[in-house]
């Protein structure tokens, strides 16, 4: 695992953009995996100034999400289809049929579990995936116990998960209780992947996966078997490892 330590979130924001719009530039038929919550939000918002500065063309680019809330329609404000919108997709010449992202709203889970699975072998996988971390460790939203040959599926969200979320909802009551998520053999068929981490929030968790042994009570362990991985975090993420 390659790491990249950066001073502040500021600068992180602007190293990852910086490889996703070479990414685009050199491959400008990529297929991005992307991800949600906060931490890649100020990569979303460089990317937009860049798209707006230095004219990054998103006309061919396929995107995939990791996950969606299940029973959150995809207007409303608090889904992932949502926030992909606001946070990106609008602001930049993506066409919208080219951009995936599960649907937390169909009759059948089971079903659109194969579905996006099957989208992945088809359209993806992607050529770079961008992950953030949870403070237990999960990636997408694999919670702690998930098994690392798991493929796109549903999953019960962790209490302490809903808890660092509900800070995007009205009340912890409206964090709904499942989500779909990409499994973590699913993160993997990537070529490439990103991971960020920010702030002392993430430390406990990004030292843990630096120093001890992969297990599944650590989700993103699992990226230590991937033979392309640049975890970029700031100097507070990264100030317990070694101590
Ligand atoms: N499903 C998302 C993950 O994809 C994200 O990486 C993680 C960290 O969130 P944040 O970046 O807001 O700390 O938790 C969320 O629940």
Redesign the pocket.
């Known amino acids: 695992m390659k790491i990249i330590v950066m001073k502040d979130y500021q600068e992180l924001s602007e190293k990852v953009c910086e490889l996703i719009e070479k990414q685009v530039n050199d491959q400008p038929k990529s297929v991005l995996g992307l ?7 100020g990569t979303y918002k460089e990317l937009i100034k860049g798209y707006k500065k230095r004219a990054v063309d998103y006309q061919q680019v396929t995107t995939m999400n ?2 969606e809330y299940i029973g959150l329609d995809k207007s409303d404000p608090q889904s ?1 289809h949502f926030f992909m919108r606001q946070h990106l997709f609008d602001e930049i010449n993506i066409n919208p049929d080219r951009t995936y992202i599960p649907n937390g709203k169909a009759n059948n889970q089971d079903k659109e579990c194969e579905r996006y699975e099957r989208l992945i072998e088809e359209v993806g996988p992607p050529d770079l995936q961008l ?5 237990n460790g ?4 694999n919670e702690p116990g998930t098994s690392f040959t798991s493929e796109t599926h549903i999953i019960e ?1 962790a209490e302490s ?1 809903r808890k ?2 509900a ?2 909802f009205d009340s912890l009551e409206d964090v709904p209780k499942q ?1 779909i ?1 990409m499994g973590i053999r699913s993160i993997l068929k990537s070529e490439k992947v990103i991971l ?4 002392e ?2 430390a406990a968790a990004i030292k843990s996966l630096l120093e001890d042994e992969p297990s599944e009570n650590m989700p993103a362990s699992a990226l230590k078997n991937h033979k392309n991985v640049t975890l970029i975090v700031d100097e507070e993420a990264y100030m317990k490892v070694g101590h």
């Open positions: 991800a949600t919550g906060g931490s890649p939000l990791l996950d992932y992950l953030g971390i949870g403070q999960h990636i997408g939203f969200l998960t660092a979320n800070r995007f989500a998520t960020i981490a920010s702030g929030r993430k």
